[in-house]
Structure formats: structure tokens, C-alpha cells
Nanobody
Framework: QVQLVESGGGQVQAGGSLRLSCTTS????????VGWFRQAPGKEREFVAR????????DYADSVKARFTISRDNAKNTAYLQMNRLTPEDTAVYYC????????????????WGQGTQVTVSS
């Protein structure tokens, strides 16, 4: 796996958009799938989206399907999460991590996470 750093969070009104970034300086970025996760106050961390190492395969949680788009640019060692039509229920700290595409949703059980990036959506 590679260590990733999240950025791009902020405050936005309901219906707005944000794009999160997830990047690394490590050169093996394109060897791994990338997943986005989030944790809202008082709630457990949940899987949001994943993308295969090539970018060919993607998958989303039902709660964000058709509103969020995950993508990656291996030349820039960066993955993105484009979030549209945001709602207050999307308010959370968002995290990304690298690993196995097939196993990605199960990484919610991992204990170690980066600092994440805060997304706050006001009504």
C-alpha cells in the first residue's frame, strides 16, 4: 500500500459541489486500487467509493451513487472524488486509502487512518 494525503474539503451549501484529492509521493501509486471513506460525527466510518489501479473499474455506495464520481490520474499520483448535489447527510471527514480493489469496502475495519479532510454541507 501507499500512504495517501487527502485535501479539498470545505464548507458548501446543500446542492453544491466539491472535489476531493488524494495524493502521494510514492511511485507505486498505480499498483493499487484507491478507496474513499467517510465518518460522520457519532457514526461509524463507511465506504464511499473505490477505483481499480487502472481506473477501469469503479464502485459506489448506494447513498452516493449518481452524485459522486471517483477518478484517478496515475501520472499525477492522485485520485479524486467529485461530489455533486451535496446534502447535509454528506457532512463527514473523508479519507482515502490504497489497497486491494476487491477488499476495499472491508478496510473500514482498519485502525490506522490519515487525517482526512472535513466536508461540511449546510442546509
Amino acid at each position: 500500500q501507499v500512504q495517501l494525503v487527502e485535501s479539498g474539503g470545505g464548507q458548501v451549501q446543500a446542492g453544491g459541489s466539491l472535489r476531493l484529492s488524494c495524493t502521494t509521493s510514492q511511485r507505486t501509486f498505480d499498483s493499487y486500487a484507491v478507496g474513499w471513506f467517510r465518518q460522520a460525527p457519532g457514526k461509524e466510518r463507511e465506504f464511499v467509493a473505490r477505483i481499480s489501479w487502472s481506473g477501469f473499474d469503479t464502485d459506489y455506495a448506494d447513498s452516493v451513487k449518481a452524485r459522486f464520481t471517483i477518478s484517478r490520474d496515475n501520472a499525477k499520483n492522485t485520485a479524486y472524488l467529485q461530489m455533486n448535489r451535496l446534502t447535509p447527510e454528506d457532512t463527514a471527514v473523508y479519507y482515502c486509502r490504497s489497497g486491494s480493489y476487491d477488499y476495499m469496502p472491508n478496510y473500514v475495519r482498519e485502525n490506522y487512518w490519515g487525517q482526512g479532510t472535513q466536508v461540511t454541507v449546510s442546509s
